[in-house]
């Protein structure tokens, strides 16, 4: 089955930009999203289709996609952006949907 | 608004059987695929099924394929989970989500605020 790597955490100083990683094979051909989920939240769409913002999300949030990897970055990380953070893709091969183990951003 | 509303979640003993509701509104429904996504606690996200737009596809995750079942009612405006043969590992919040399309590829753009289930003797 297919799987997603992402690093269990990330920690960067307000202001800065937040990166966060999402591996798995050939996943450039595939379809990226990305959720926030902040403690005790339900899960909110931040990225979908590798590079594009839902409306009410901040230009803050950017993405990309090529490769073996992913990215979600968070450009001038607020306080407010601490949370766990997850890439979801859909395997056609199996049909499934697949979530990566989910990073936790901490601003410190 | 949009929003989407499950209810069912309980305590039960291993072995035994629950269904799951999701009540959706503020969108028509009958247009959406619609998913099923479980969180153990303090455990990452992890999709359990999804049900096409009609109703006449499904797929479940290998984790649950035999033991749950996804299934919709569109003059309901409702999802369905049917969980049997309950374990310990089954112990988790269930959210329901929306597909921001009718593809099963598509990301899920709206999430309810979950229902508990824990399975424990």
């Known amino acids: 089955s297919y799987e997603l790597t992402q690093p269990p955490s990330v920690s960067v100083a307000p202001g800065q930009t937040a990166t966060v990683t999402c591996g798995g094979t050939?996943?450039?051909?595939?379809?990226v999203h990305w959720y926030q989920q902040r403690p005790g939240q339900a899960p909110v769409l931040v990225i979908h289709?590798?590079?594009d913002r839902p409306s009410g999300i901040p230009e803050r949030f950017s993405g990309s996609n090529s490769g073996n990897t992913a990215t979600l970055s968070i450009r001038g990380v607020e306080a407010g952006d601490e949370a766990d953070y997850y890439c979801q893709v859909w395997d056609r091969s199996s049909g499934h949907g697949v979530f990566g183990g989910g990073t936790k951003l901490t601003v410190l | 608004d949009v929003l989407l509303v499950e209810s069912g979640g309980r305590s039960v003993q291993p072995g035994m059987s629950l269904r799951l509701s999701c009540s959706a509104s503020?969108?028509?429904?009958?247009?959406?695929?619609m998913n099923w996504v479980r969180q153990a606690p303090g455990k990452g996200l992890r999709w359990v099924a999804h049900v096409s737009a009609s109703g006449d596809r499904t797929f479940h995750a290998d984790s649950v394929k035999g033991r749950f079942t996804i299934s919709r009612d569109n003059a309901k405006n409702a999802i369905f989970l049917q969980l049997t043969s309950l374990t310990a590992e089954d112990t988790a919040v269930y959210f329901c989500?929306?597909?921001?399309?009718?593809?099963?590829?598509?990301?899920?753009?709206?999430w309810g605020q979950g229902t508990p289930v824990t399975v424990s003797s």
């Open positions: 050939d996943i450039g051909k595939k379809n």
């Open positions: 989500a929306k597909n921001l399309g009718g593809s099963n590829s598509s990301p899920f753009d709206v």
């Open positions: 503020g969108f028509t429904f009958a247009n959406y695929g």
């Open positions: 289709y590798d590079t």
